[in-house]
């Protein structure tokens, strides 16, 4: 592996790892830049269309503005009474699902020095309609179980690409938070 020279950037997958190792670096010198809160505002349009906002943030000590507002539109398809002006809330979990574990992969192979050459993932999560309708014998109300499946290709061996995917699936927020139950605060106002 080619040696750093001093100000060098280097760049894998095309992540930066220079800033990379230099953030896990300010992190283990002050663990409270590590504290994230991140944000979402949704409003309701009409049936089942609403639409979410992300503008800020807070993480390395303050409050972040970003560049771009996203704005996310969740429907549901006509045959659950909807217009499909956005994938319904429960796509939008497979596609967050998805795209964390594969960041956190990407991430991790280029701070182990393994390039990533292809990535692609499928996910199906099965889920039983009468426990959003309140009907006797579902399960549960959310996914009873999710198929994740994902192709990677790159420079590792197929063992370190098949570690490095378990390795991203353990680190990734979103799978923790799907396969490990959050606690969630509701709270109630009027306007």
Known sequence: MKTMQQNETVVRNGVD????????????????????????????????????????????????????????????????????????????????????????TVYHAAARGIRIDRIESKLEGNLDLRGLLAMPGATRNGYEKVVFTMKIEGSGTPEEMAEIVRFGQSHSPVFDIVSNGTMIDVRVESF
């Not at 429907?75 to 809330?89: C, I, K, Q, T, Y």
């Not at 979990?93 to 998805?98: F, G, P, V």
């Open 17 to 104: 790892v220079t800033a990379l190792m230099g953030a896990i670096q300010a992190i283990s010198q002050d663990t409270t830049l590590a504290d994230f809160v991140f944000r979402s505002e949704n409003k309701w349009m009409d049936g089942g269309h609403n639409r979410s906002m992300i503008r800020d943030f807070y993480g390395v000590g303050s409050d972040q503005m970003r560049e771009v507002t996203f704005t996310m539109d969740a429907d549901e398809p006509s045959v659950l009474l909807g217009f499909d002006r956005g994938a319904n809330p429960v796509e939008y979990i497979l596609h967050a699902l998805a795209a964390c574990v594969t960041t956190t």
